[in-house]
């Protein structure tokens, strides 16, 4: 499927696939020297990761080991804490690792900083958050990933793993969604 297929959903590229490699380059060398003789377990939440998972662990040129989650968040409106359930676990004990983690956005915050205090609770060597992209506009809780290869506007982005009703996920590079389209064709 080429970008011409997305014409009318798309409203333009954000993030071309050359500056994804560019920025993936420059975060796996970082990663790369500061992880250099430690033992290293790359974690990516399926499955909006994983096409970022793909590319950055062969950005990063240490041995690593390679481990994935799903998870599905639950928000109450009238608590501020959410309720994060593990759908598929990493099959590892992390205590002996220093654990990276790879995501794809973070938005409101809230679905990593209660992945990252149920990992913590397991005791890793160490443990930071890359990130692919950043919306801090849309923040409701206090959280920062210690690694942003893009800080974006509140815009919805599709593309790169990242989906829309589970489609765009294969587009290579990171686009805005037209939110009009859905309505437009039901007309
Ligand atoms: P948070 O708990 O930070 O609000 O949720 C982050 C999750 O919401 C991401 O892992 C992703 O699945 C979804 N999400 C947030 N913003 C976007 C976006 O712009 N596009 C897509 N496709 N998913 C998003």
Redesign the pocket.
């Known amino acids: 499927m080429d970008m011409q297929e997305y014409q009318g959903r798309i409203k333009g590229v954000l993030i071309t696939k050359e500056e994804i490699r560019r920025r993936i380059a420059e975060v796996g060398a970082e990663i790369s020297k500061e992880y250099e003789g430690k033992p290293l377990l790359l974690v990516s939440?399926l499955k909006?990761a994983f096409v970022f998972m793909a590319d950055f662990c062969r950005a990063v040129t240490v041995p690593c080991e390679i481990g994935f989650m799903r998870v599905r968040?639950y928000f109450d409106s009238t608590v501020s804490s959410g309720e994060v359930e593990i759908l598929m676990d990493l099959d590892q004990d992390i205590s002996n690792y220093h654990v990276v983690l790879v995501?794809?956005?973070?938005?409101?915050?809230?679905?990593?900083s209660l992945l990252v205090e149920r990992l913590k609770q397991r005791n890793p060597l160490s443990l930071e958050v890359v990130t692919l992209l950043d919306?801090p506009d849309?923040r409701v809780v206090d959280f920062q990933a210690d690694r942003v290869l893009f800080t974006i506007e509140d815009?919805?982005?599709?593309g790169y793993g990242?989906?829309?009703g589970e489609l765009f996920r294969n587009l290579p590079d990171i686009a805005e969604?037209d939110v009009d389209y859905a309505a437009e064709v039901t007309v």
């Open positions: 939440v909006g968040s995501e794809d956005i973070v938005d409101t915050g809230r679905t990593l919306k849309r815009r919805f982005v599709i990242l989906d829309c969604y």
